[in-house]
């Protein structure tokens, strides 16, 4: 990990050196939501993607490096993260199909057009949503990392804004606390079916850490829990099916 010449941006290497990101120093910073959350998303060449709340682009981009071809369109809120965001397209040879925009996700339906996003025009949404209420949850002090962790009663309109994007049949995916389950599948309820959960466990016979949710617009289907994902075994080693995930590049398919 190197620093900039003004020492507030790190370079790290993610997915087993697959992908280099610049991102800030302080404040939120890549992790492996990013990465599982990215794995759990499906998508073919020629499809359009959208990250939602995309930071410096550790989750579309991730996503771009596994699916060739695919169109990703990166959305964050803060303009410096955003040009980080762009900037980490170049330097991974993406950036002829990824691109990012500064927008607020709660932003009306005439600034997503004006950013070329408009209704119904996503295969695909991928969403790390701030999961934190800061009436339930120490926040951190440091603005960005706060706004990345906490905001109350986000997700209703975080995942009202993927139905907007998405075509019909299109598909959401997100990751989230795993005692917060109830929460996602309220907030679903209506426009989304076929909804699929992928528990994430720190270690075997550890509650879940972590839910990835996959629902499809307009679907009638069932819901769906498949068999969890374990981080680290009783030793605390990473597991080989979490390595193959989170160093080698595997996708953690979620549809039914």
């Known amino acids: 990990m190197a620093a900039d010449a003004a020492g507030d941006l790190t370079d790290d290497a993610v997915l087993g050196g697959r992908l280099r990101l610049c991102q800030p120093r302080r404040g939120h910073r890549i992790g492996h939501d990013a990465i599982l959350l990215a794995a759990a998303t499906e998508a073919a060449a020629g499809e359009h993607a959208v990250d939602l709340g995309a930071g410096v682009g550790g989750a579309g981009l991730a996503l771009a490096a596994r699916v060739p071809g695919v169109i990703v369109t990166l959305v964050e809120i803060d303009a410096a993260l955003a040009a980080l965001a762009a900037d980490n397209a170049r330097r991974n040879g993406l950036a ?59 997700l209703a309109a975080w995942i009202d804004r993927a139905a ?93």
Request: hydrophobic share 50%.
């Open 96 to 154: 002829d199909r990824v691109r990012a925009v500064a927008l607020d996700v709660s932003a009306p339906a005439r600034a997503y057009a004006a950013a070329g996003l408009a209704a119904g025009s996503a295969d695909r949404v991928l969403m790390n949503p701030p999961f934190h209420d800061p009436g339930r949850h120490r926040v951190s002090p440091d603005p960005r990392r706060r706004r990345a962790h906490a905001a109350p009663a986000a």
């Open 164 to 256: 907007r994007l998405l075509r019909p049949r299109g598909a959401l995916s997100l990751i989230w606390r795993a005692d917060g389950l109830a929460e996602v599948l309220a907030a679903l309820a209506g426009g989304f079916g076929a909804i699929t959960v992928l528990p994430v466990h720190p270690k075997p016979d550890a509650a879940a850490i972590r839910v990835l949710v996959r629902g499809e617009k307009g679907s009638r289907r069932p819901l769906a829990i498949r068999p969890g994902l374990v981080l680290n075994d009783a030793a605390g080693r990473p597991t080989q099916a979490a390595e193959a995930v989170l160093r080698d590049g595997a996708s953690l398919p979620l549809a039914v």
